[in-house]
Nanobody, 124 residues
Framework: VQLQASGGGLVQAGGSLRLSCTAS????????MAWFRQAPDKEREFVSAITRSRYTYYSDSVKGRFTISRDNTKNTVYLQMDSLNPEDTAIYYCAASARVITSSLRIDTAYDNWGQGTQVTVSS
């Protein structure tokens, strides 16, 4: 499956953005989907995941502010990001795996399909 992430941009603190991850080649309904991010000089970190059954998972740093969802009819996964702060500045990557198990959803090496990333910059 090929993944295309979009929706990043520059936003002021307190603002919102919605990221999209559109799949081609396979239907996203077959995959566990996730968002990761990587800030400058930092390791890539888990942000959120949604299973085929639509169970959702969030990192503590975004819980209550971000919402992940999937629209299988559009072959797209979304990340609605509200109450953004400068610490959310990063490149955001979507990822997919048909095999990752629940206990590994937060581990980036468990995913074998990655999008190209979209830059999110939050100004203070």
């Amino acid at each position: 499956v090929q993944l295309q992430a979009s929706g990043g941009g520059l936003v002021q603190a307190g603002g919102s953005l919605r990221l999209s991850c559109t799949a081609s080649g396979r239907t996203v309904s077959q995959y566990q989907m996730a968002w990761f991010r990587q800030a400058p000089d930092k390791e890539r970190e888990f942000v959120s995941a949604i299973t085929r059954s639509r169970y959702t998972y969030y990192s503590d740093s975004v819980k209550g502010r971000f919402t992940i969802s999937r629209d299988n009819t559009k072959n797209t996964v979304y990340l609605q990001m509200d109450s953004l702060n400068p610490e959310d500045t990063a490149i955001y990557y979507c990822a997919a795996s048909a095999r990752v198990i629940t206990s590994s959803l937060r581990i980036d090496t468990a995913y074998d399909n990655w999008g190209q990333g979209t830059q999110v910059t939050v100004s203070s």
